[in-house]
């Protein structure tokens, strides 16, 4: 026996908190941010700045990078930059986070007996000792910020409290302006704030062949397969979800002892995910949705993520013939493709100009799906497919 071949060559770089040494098609957003926070500290002037967006946008990685690469900047002024990352999510008090900025300074203190401002005054001996611009990216900050943190007014109001240059990124899903007292949302004007854009498929398909050379075997998985997955993931544009499919898929895949992603290492990856179709859902379905979907299905049982429309009709015709059943007219073959998207099983997607649509099914193992379809229509589970 050959051993199998691994594609999953540096799995942990398929791990949510790996940074990506690249952001893709953030560029604009963190030249932007990066300008402004140079811009900014080389006047001698703090600068904050709210950055929000859907789960996967790609919010954390943005924070990181920027902070990385101000870091790596060069001097402001004469002072380095200093970057601090908290979490708040699983420290959403002004103490706990506190508490983890002493530890970046280098300073820790027991977590009781000890009220904000001392702690703040230790805090400020600790960033005199190490005179830099100070970054603290306080990252899925919306639970402190509504449980009325002070913190964030504190260090917002660096200069006036004394404490030396501090600049702060919020991160968080929402806006968070509106559960801000009026002085530090004040810090947080028009220029200071960054919504991003949720990815679009063609965003998710080259992050996902960005990390997919990082982390896999060359040539383990096509751009097909990548495209699929960023499909799956869905408009959302949620690359964590996307990554985590393509990891799903790979591991599948070297489960199976083969060398290459295909379609149906996605789907059973997604299964494994996401609950998904049902057979009480199939249930539901017409004779004629029944029949087009096996036909769908069938020809995807090969390496395929998706089928035209053309050719689906001819197999779906001889699976007809097969079945006894009449044939079917063009018009209602694209209503019942068009019932099956409704459904939620299918996906239609118009290819290039005189070219037929492809239609896919991402919900589970077309093998599968084949064969729970092929009992619900009474064929010999024998019969070729
Ligand atoms: N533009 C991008 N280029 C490469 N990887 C990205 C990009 N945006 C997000 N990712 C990756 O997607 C995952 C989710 O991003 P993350 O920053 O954690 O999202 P958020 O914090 O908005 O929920 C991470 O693994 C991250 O590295
Ligand atoms: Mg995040």
């Known amino acids: 026996m050959t051993p199998p071949t691994r ?12 940074v990506p040494p690249k952001l893709v098609r953030r560029d604009t957003e963190l030249q932007l941010l990066y300008r402004r926070y140079r811009e900014a ?7 904050h700045l709210l950055l929000t967006g859907g789960i996967g946008s790609g919010k954390t990685a943005i924070a990181r990078r920027l902070a990385d690469d101000l870091e790596r900047g060069g001097r402001l002024r004469d002072l380095p930059v200093r970057a601090t990352y908290v979490n708040c999510w699983r420290r959403a008090s002004d103490r706990t986070v506190m508490l983890d900025l002493l530890r970046s300074v280098g300073t820790s203190l027991p977590d009781r007996g000890y009220g904000l401002s001392e702690m703040l005054d230790v805090f400020e ?12 990216l306080l990252d899925e900050a919306a639970a402190l910020v509504k449980q009325g943190t002070k913190l964030v007014y504190l260090l917002s109001r660096s200069r006036e409290v004394e404490l030396g240059s501090i600049s702060l990124v919020l991160v968080a899903a929402e806006d968070l302006l509106p559960y801000l007292d009026a002085a530090s949302r004040s810090s947080f004007g028009v220029t200071r704030r960054l919504a991003l ?25 096509s751009r097909e397969i990548l495209g699929q997955i960023a499909r799956v993931a869905g408009r959302g544009g949620d690359a964590r979800f ?7 898929a790979a591991r599948s895949a070297e489960d199976a002892g083969e060398s290459e992603v295909t379609s149906e290492h996605v789907r059973r990856g997604k299964g ?6 049902t057979e009480t859902q199939l249930e539901s379905l017409s004779t004629n949705e029944l029949g087009v979907l096996l036909a769908i299905s069938r020809s995807l049982k090969g390496k395929r993520s998706s089928v035209a429309s053309q050719k689906l009709r001819s197999s779906h015709a001889a699976l007809l013939e097969e079945l006894g059943g009449s044939p079917m007219s063009r018009t209602t073959f694209w209503r019942t493709l068009k019932e099956l998207e409704r459904d939620g099983l299918v996906t239609l997607e118009a290819a290039g100009s005189g070219e037929s649509s492809q239609v896919a099914m991402d919900e589970l193992p077309a093998s599968y799906l084949a064969t729970l379809l092929e009992e619900r ?3 010999a589970r024998s019969s070729k497919g």
């Open 272 to 277: 494994s995910l996401l609950p998904t179709v």
């Open 197 to 221: 854009a949720p990815y679009d498929q063609e965003d998710l398909t080259e992050i996902l062949a960005a990390r997919a050379e990082i982390a896999l075997r060359p040539g383990s998985v």
């Open 125 to 136: 001996q600790g960033l005199r000792r190490a005179p830099a611009h100070h970054l603290i």
């Open 41 to 47: 500290l080389g006047r001698g002037l703090p600068y």
């Open 242 to 248: 996307a990554l985590e499919l393509l990891l799903n």
């Open 7 to 18: 594609i999953l060559l540096h799995e942990e770089t398929l791990e949510p908190s790996f």
């Open 377 to 379: 229509l009474g064929l």
